[in-house]
């Protein structure tokens, strides 16, 4: 058995939480559970690779505040800008690891992310300035990174196809709205599943709590952790109303995982 730990590093939506210019009760609250940075987690394995999963906006403060200090690879879900605009801050971790940094997407995610990023891709002549140095692949099927087994598991963000990624036992599916009967074959067994429940209300492109609750029923994992978090969700009273086994993520929370 391979053990490796995750870090939520971020659990909040695109706006983050608090948001800009609100004054509701989330917004406002003392809770730090309630701070919710845009979505991302990081696995790191007892004798294996660090794997970030996207990286978001605020990917240099959550480095900073949850010690990753190395990368090995960064896994994309899809190219939304709250999970892909902290991508320059991989130069960082270039020079941590002494070279590029393979990343791996489905093949419209590579694209769109070659096009936003067409410096780091297709540099400028004029020398000065760092730039990242990403080795980008294509996902076509699961693959390995060393030791670890990723099992890319495809969701539907609203109209859009992305990807959610399985571990061994841990499975991560942000930003989803609903899954293919293809996918929930991929996701059987899973021990402790990490899914999309941006709000009560139902959202086109999101899992509402009770979607996600009765999504995580259906798997029946171990435990469930919700991410991708609005501020129509008070962290402590909305745990005290979920069924056993599941709850919301937030922001430093660490699991340890079986990865296979």
């Known amino acids: 058995m391979r053990r490796g730990r995750v870090t939520f590093l971020g659990t909040g939506t695109s706006h983050g939480v608090p948001m800009i210019g609100c ?3 989330v ?7 309630d701070c919710r940075l845009r979505p991302s987690v990081v696995l790191q394995m ?3 690779p660090t794997v970030l999963i996207d990286t978001g906006t605020d990917l240099r403060q ?3 505040t949850y010690g990753v200090v190395r990368v090995d690879a960064v896994l994309y879900t899809h190219s939304h800008a709250d999970h892909v605009m ?3 801050e991989i130069r960082r971790f270039n020079t941590v690891r002494g070279g ?3 990343a791996f997407a489905d093949e419209r995610t590579a694209a769109e992310i070659r096009r936003t990023f067409s410096y780091v891709f297709e540099p400028p002549a004029q020398p000065g300035g760092g730039i990242p140095q990403l080795d980008l692949r294509i996902i076509d099927g699961a693959f390995d990174l060393g030791p670890l087994r990723v099992i890319p598991v495809p969701i539907w963000h609203g109209p859009q196809p992305i ?3 399985r571990f061994g036992e841990f499975a991560y599916l942000t930003d989803c709205s609903a899954i293919p009967d293809a996918s929930w074959l991929l996701l059987r067994g899973t021990d402790v599943l990490v899914i999309d429940a941006l709000r009560h209300r139902p959202h086109p492109t999101h899992f509402s709590l009770s979607e996600a609750v ?3 029923e259906r798997l029946r994992p171990r435990q469930t952790w919700f991410t991708h978090i609005a501020h129509d969700l008070p962290h402590a009273a909305t745990n005290a109303s979920l069924p056993p086994g599941m709850a919301l993520a937030h922001d430093g929370l660490v699991l340890d995982v079986d990865v296979g």
């Open 46 to 48: 007892d004798e294996g």
């Open 23 to 25: 004054t509701c009760a």
């Open 86 to 88: 902290g991508l320059d």
């Open 100 to 102: 590029p940094i393979p």
């Open 62 to 64: 959550q480095a900073l």
């Open 163 to 165: 990807l959610g990624f």
């Open 27 to 33: 917004c406002r609250s003392s809770d730090p559970r």
């Open 214 to 216: 009765q999504a995580a």
